[in-house]
């Protein structure tokens, strides 16, 4: 004899299954590539529900996930809970010291009691790190299939790639600063200079402005920068920053050029003052067309400036 409510439980089974089939047939489905150039790997723009698919070794997918984290919600986690690593294993960054998987709809709490050691730390970390893949749920994609480690680390070039690559980002760099004026005078910062030194192996700080400055000049001899401009760009530059100026012609808010770097993730804003806004305020005058009164001239004060200390980790 069947007992009595045997068949709605067998049906009901079968629908979970068939919805958990479903789920996983919508995660996995390859995209749909609009035109030619979208089939190249590194060309691919990531989709609109990019979030709740698994394509682990789509680059686009990837730095999609990446770009969620920022410094207000994942600020200063240990290496084992590097943003890389968590968006290697398709968690993105949904609120304070939080992650979420948009396939399983699995969130973590990482927040580390600050009143912990460095060694009590350590193990909360870890354990957390042991997170990433355990608590998706078993019928996730992400659970078994990360994106390769390879994702997580930072590119290697051929001396004749960096070389381009460098030329190219000093030339954006020059373009930029032409266009805009520094606001505060830059000062590279003692110990940053020291250890540039002691990597390009000259006996003087004089000869270590003098091979930055022939860096810019090979790259655009007819630059108007000056000397001490062109160190700070190809210093930022070898330090792996890059302008991130959507129109070179204009600044972000508070009058600033948006330096990133594409490997951390990081975006920072450099101080900068049009000429133009300089003119303006000299020649400023009230209602009645008289000038403003003189303000009192005060000494700017200097900005140090240390390139690899405005990395989020990738130095």
């Known amino acids: 004899m069947i007992p009595v409510g045997a068949a709605p439980v067998k049906e009901s089974l079968v629908s979970r299954v068939d919805k958990v089939m479903e789920r996983w047939k919508k995660a996995t489905a390859p995209m749909k590539a609009k035109s030619s150039h979208e089939s190249i790997p590194h060309a691919v723009q990531a989709p609109k529900d990019v979030f709740t698919q698994c394509h682990p070794n789509n680059r686009a997918d990837f730095q999609a996930r990446v770009d969620t984290y920022s410094s207000l919600y994942w600020f200063a986690k240990p290496a084992e809970l590097n943003l890389l690593t968590c968006a290697r294993f398709g968690w993105i960054n949904t609120g304070p010291d939080e992650l ?24 909360v970390a870890e354990g957390l790190r042991g997170y990433l893949t355990t608590h998706h749920l078993d019928t996730c994609p992400w659970k078994h299939n990360p994106s390769p ?67 810019v000049r090979q790259v655009d001899p007819d630059s108007r920068v000056e000397d001490a401009d062109a160190v700070v760009v190809a210093c930022l530059v070898l330090c792996g920053w890059k302008p991130a100026i959507t129109t070179l012609g204009k600044t972000s808010s508070g009058g600033a050029v948006p330096l990133r770097c594409a490997q951390c993730n990081r975006t920072w804003a450099f101080p900068v003052q049009d000429a133009a806004d300089e ?27 240390h390139p690899l200390h405005e990395h989020r980790w990738c130095v």
């Not at 998987?101 to 009691?113: A, E, P, S």
């Open 100 to 123: 979420a998987c948009k396939c399983c709809h699995q969130t973590v709490l990482c927040r580390i009691d600050s009143r912990l050691g460095p060694e009590g730390a350590r193990k």
């Open 149 to 215: 480690k390879s994702f997580a680390q930072v590119n290697f070039w051929t001396p004749e790639s960096a070389l381009a690559e460098v030329h190219a980002t000093i030339q954006l760099g020059i373009t930029a600063w032409q266009l805009h004026r520094l606001s505060l005078p830059i000062q590279l910062d003692d110990s940053f200079q020291a250890d540039l030194q002691h990597h390009l192996a000259v006996p003087t700080l004089r000869d270590v402005d003098e091979v930055l400055t022939a860096l």
């Open 279 to 305: 003119s303006r305020a000299a020649h400023a005058h009230d209602v009645d067309g008289t000038p403003f009164p003189k303000r009192v001239k005060r000494s700017p004060s200097v900005a140090k400036l």
